[in-house]
């Protein structure tokens, strides 16, 4: 719930902090030090639970490393925009998000996209697991997801220099094929070194994806009305991984598995290139979700709309001071998008004292 209200606030702050040509390098970056906590933490959880002996150490250091990152946002000087008006309220956020991305057709085709994306990457989420377990146990699991979260760090190191495709959506098509190919790579063998560098693939290619989606919205959204289509296009793009959660597990123990069993109707044919016996059936529906995915990133790039879906949407220009409604700022916006004069905004009231009713440093909701 919390990570709900933070990641926004933190994927706007980018936006603020960094000029337009180098945000892809600065996602990379932000993607880069998530990518060395997962794969660091757990190693040193596990080496701390050993030396220490108990949990009670751990849970001091997990809340004083919450302590460091927080004295580390203190140091960081978050622009002021400067509003003249109070916060909005949180409901009309929530309204104004929706209003704004269902009134432009490209953000909803991207939605609408990695809606199917996130599907498949919940499918990958709950494979992990009992891919590795029946047959190498739990040493084995920690070796192949540290592997694959140093896909993930690569995959941050490389765009920093690169910077990405110059067209984002072209970036994300493609590494979306990539994601496809990692699933597929994934259940292809019961080998580790196989099923880890598949992950490996799968995790750089979805955080080369992130960059490229931050950075199209980054520069494609205002900085002051980020916030709210940040959180919006999280939820809609988040909403399909609980299906995907919940239908791994039936399909492959009660549908795939018994095909890839000694003697299931595959185990002859399919059971031969991905084996037999248990954990195949998850190896099974791998292979077909990932196939699936990487014919999604195929279709991607031969529907016109998605694959150019930047040129219906104009760049944002940040304004230094803000002193309208966000509405208002949106209505210009919309404007702008629709090719008409923008709203001019309303006066502020001569009975107002300089700078009433701001909002502090920092952040205000619905950004």
């Known amino acids: 719930v919390l990570t709900a209200f933070h990641q926004p606030a933190f994927l706007a702050a980018i936006a603020q902090l960094v000029p337009k040509p180098y945000l892809p ?4 970056v932000a993607q880069l030090g998530f990518s060395v ?3 660091a933490a757990p190693v040193a959880g ?4 050993a030396v220490l002996g108990s949990l009670a150490p ?3 250091m997990n809340v004083l490393t919450f302590g460091l990152g927080f004295a580390t946002l203190l140091a960081v000087r978050i622009p002021d925009r400067m509003f003249r008006r109070l916060e909005e309220p949180f409901r009309q956020a929530i309204v104004g998000g929706w209003r704004f991305i269902i009134r432009r057709r490209p953000l909803m085709i991207m939605i609408g996209y990695f809606m199917v994306v996130n599907f498949f990457t ?4 709950v494979s992990v697991a009992p891919l590795v377990l029946p047959t190498s146990g739990a040493a084995a699991l920690g070796v192949v997801t540290a592997v694959g979260w140093i896909g993930a760090v690569l995959g941050g190191v490389a765009v920093v220099p690169w910077g990405g495709t110059r067209r984002r959506t072209i970036g994300m098509l493609a590494f979306t094929v990539g994601s496809g190919v990692g699933m597929v790579l994934m259940g292809l063998q019961p080998v580790l070194a196989v099923i880890a560098a598949g992950f490996a693939i799968r995790l750089a290619s979805m955080t080369i994806i992130n960059v490229h989606w931050l950075a199209l919205i980054q520069v494609k959204v205002g900085h002051e009305l980020q916030g709210r289509v940040l959180a919006t296009n999280l939820m809609l793009a988040l909403v399909m991984q609980p299906l995907g959660f919940l239908i791994a597990g039936p399909l492959a ?3 795939l598995g018994p095909l890839v069993e000694e003697g299931g109707a595959l185990a002859g044919t399919v059971g031969q290139v991905i084996g037999v016996g248990p954990g195949r059936g998850m190896a099974l529906l791998l292979v077909c979700a990932g196939l699936l995915l990487t014919a999604w990133g195929v279709l991607g790039f031969c529907y016109r709309p998605m694959r150019l879906l930047e040129d219906g949407l104009p760049d944002a220009v940040a304004a230094a001071e803000i002193d309208k409604d966000l509405d208002l700022v949106q209505a210009e916006a919309d404007a702008r998008l629709a090719g008409v004069p923008p709203v001019s905004s309303a006066p502020v009231s001569s009975g107002s004292a300089p700078g009433a009713g701001r909002s502090g440093p920092g952040p205000a909701s619905g950004r």
């Open 37 to 39: 906590s997962q794969l």
């Open 58 to 60: 751990v849970v001091a």
């Open 25 to 28: 390098q600065a996602n990379a």
């Open 253 to 255: 123990d009660d549908v």
């Open 46 to 49: 596990g080496a701390m639970i």
């Open 122 to 125: 919940a499918i990958m989420w």
